[in-house]
C-alpha cells in the first residue's frame, strides 16, 4: 500500500470557524509534511514531522496548527483563516532513511470566504 | 544547498511525438532526484526516481530520465506523447537536513500540454 489519504477532499470555510485536515498512511513511513499550493505554483512546504515530532515549521503562520497523534496520522488545524490561505493542500510522508521519495496524499482544496 | 530550475515553463507536443522535458539542479552533496506528476486538481504522483544507481531511470507510463552529472541535468522524457501526459511536471531534488528528515526543494514546473 502506497497510499497516503487525504479528508476531506474539498472544504469551505468562514474566516471565523475552525475547522482540520486529516492524513493517513500505513506504509510505516516516519517523515510526515504538509505542503501548501497556490495555483500554477510548486508546493510549498510548511511543516514536517520526524518521528511523530515537530522538526521542521517553515515560519507559518499560528492560525495553522499541526498535529501528530500517532506514526501513521498527521493533523492541520486551522482557525481563524484569511482568504488568501485558500488553496490545495497536499501530505506527504516518507521513510526517513531508506528512501528518500515522498508519497503525496491527493489533498484537500480550501477556500476560505 | 541545494535548487532546481526546470528550462521551460511551457511544453507543447503532438499527440505520439517525443517529450522532453528539461531540468537542471544544484546540490552540494550526491543528490537524490525525482520527476513528479500532477493531474489538474490532484496529488503529486512519483514518476521516476534517481538514486546513485544507474544514470538512466525508467519511470512509469513510458517516460525516463538520464541523469548527467557533467551537466548537473536530469531531463525527462518520452518517446511518444498522449493525450493524458498533459499535466504539470515537477523536478525536485532531496537532501537529508539538520532536522534529520529528507527535504524536497521543487522546480517550478512544466505545464505539457498535448495536442491532438
Known amino acids: 500500500d502506497t497510499e497516503v489519504t487525504q479528508t476531506p477532499k474539498h472544504l469551505v470555510m468562514g474566516m471565523t470557524n475552525k475547522k482540520s485536515l486529516k492524513c493517513e498512511q500505513h506504509?510505516?513511513?516516519?517523515?510526515m509534511y504538509w505542503y501548501k499550493q497556490k495555483a500554477k505554483k510548486p508546493p510549498e512546504l510548511m511543516f514536517v514531522y520526524s518521528y511523530e515530532k515537530l522538526s521542521i515549521n517553515e515560519s507559518v503562520p499560528s492560525r495553522f496548527s499541526p498535529e501528530c497523534p500517532n506514526s501513521s496520522l498527521l493533523n492541520l488545524h486551522l482557525h481563524a483563516l484569511q482568504p488568501e490561505d485558500s488553496a490545495l493542500y497536499l501530505c506527504?510522508?516518507?521513510?526517513?532513511?531508506?528512501?528518500?521519495?515522498?508519497?503525496f496524499g491527493q489533498g484537500t482544496r480550501l477556500t476560505v470566504v | 544547498a541545494q535548487s532546481v530550475t526546470q528550462l521551460d515553463s511551457h511544453v507543447s507536443v503532438s499527440e505520439g511525438t517525443p517529450v522532453l522535458l528539461r531540468c537542471n539542479y544544484s546540490?552540494?552533496?550526491?543528490?537524490?532526484l525525482f520527476w513528479y506528476v500532477q493531474h489538474p486538481n490532484k496529488g503529486l504522483q512519483l514518476l521516476l526516481k534517481?538514486?546513485?544507481?544507474?544514470?538512466l531511470v525508467k519511470g512509469i507510463n513510458g517516460f525516463e530520465a538520464e541523469f548527467k552529472k557533467s551537466e548537473t541535468s536530469f531531463h525527462l522524457t518520452k518517446p511518444s506523447a498522449h493525450m493524458s501526459d498533459a499535466a504539470e511536471y515537477f523536478c525536485?531534488?532531496?537532501?537529508?537536513?539538520?532536522?534529520?528528515?529528507?527535504?524536497?526543494?521543487f522546480g517550478k514546473g512544466t505545464k505539457l500540454s498535448v495536442i491532438p
Open positions: 546540490s552540494s552533496y550526491s543528490p537524490s
Open positions: 506527504a510522508s516518507s521513510s526517513r532513511t531508506e528512501s528518500t521519495e515522498a508519497f
Open positions: 506504509m510505516g513511513h516516519r517523515a
Open positions: 534517481y538514486t546513485s544507481a544507474a544514470t
Open positions: 525536485v531534488v532531496s537532501a537529508l537536513s539538520g532536522a534529520g528528515s529528507y527535504q524536497l526543494t
